[in-house]
């Protein structure tokens, strides 16, 4: 049936292993390991998603050696009361506090109080300036691109209100800086009567030494409340209060 060289292929066919590569014997890799092995791989060239939201950088912080001098009226006001708050695309990513006698906005690192790193933004852009009315004012330092308080471009070194509320931009800078205000900062807590050297309290029938008692819990801002924990009730029983 088969000549002499035709039975030895025969015999060698049967003795593989079919669409087998011997390249190395030791090693042999099922359809589920390729399976594994592949999707491995496929995680790995995928780059990570980090579930963490980026956090936009606070807004950077000059070296505020400008010789720019703010106007006669301007004043060092009340801490804690006026601060700009830094939007972006809706997000809060900042506050800046309003404590000084000028607040200068711009490019350049060294002069200015906070750096604005945008490419519009003018070296020394625009001045953030504390009226001894109360108020806040905005003047444009001769920028290129602008300053624009309630989307109102200003005029070049006219001082123009800024409102609480009213936006504040710098060129076309995205970020958006809007004037927010404490009231609470400028009525202070009076300090808790643990930290008032208060006299014992006087004998209710000594007239003169309760009115002189009542003026100085008044003058610290005190009530019959603040100083029941350390006196009995009774003993708060004051003429005038």
């Not at 939201?53 to 606070?58: L, S």
């Not at 060092?76 to 000084?100: A, C, N, T």
């Not at 001894?132 to 123009?160: C, M, Q, W």
């Not at 002189?212 to 003058?219: C, F, K, P, W």
């Amino acid at each position: 049936m088969y000549g002499r060289g035709g039975l030895e292929k025969f015999r060698k066919a049967q003795s593989l292993e079919p669409f087998s590569v011997l390249i190395n014997s030791a090693s042999k890799t099922t359809p589920v390991q390729v399976q594994q092995s592949l999707h491995s791989q496929n995680v790995a060239a995928q780059p990570q998603q980090e579930d963490q939201t980026q956090v936009q950088p606070a807004t950077q912080l000059g070296g505020g050696q400008s010789t720019w001098m703010p106007p006669d009226w301007a004043i060092e006001p009340f801490p804690g009361v006026y601060y700009l708050e830094v939007l972006k695309e809706g997000q809060v990513l900042d506050r800046i506090k309003l404590d000084r006698r000028r607040h200068i906005f711009g490019r350049q690192h060294h002069t200015c109080d906070f750096v604005l790193d945008h490419q519009s933004v003018s070296r020394q852009h625009a001045a953030v300036v504390p009226h001894k009315n109360g108020s806040i004012y905005v003047i444009d330092l001769g920028s290129a691109h602008g300053t624009f308080v309630a989307n109102e471009r200003l005029k070049k070194y006219t001082p123009v209100e800024l409102e609480v509320g009213q936006s504040l931009r710098f060129a076309a800078s995205t970020r958006t800086y809007i004037l927010r205000k404490n009231n609470a900062a400028l009525f202070p807590r009076p300090p808790p009567p643990a930290e008032v050297d208060l006299p014992p309290m006087p004998d209710p029938s000594d007239e003169e030494a309760v009115v002189a008692y009542n003026t100085l819990i008044n003058r610290y801002g005190l009530s019959k409340c603040d100083l029941l924990p350390y006196s009995s009730a009774s003993s708060i029983s004051l003429a005038g209060k």
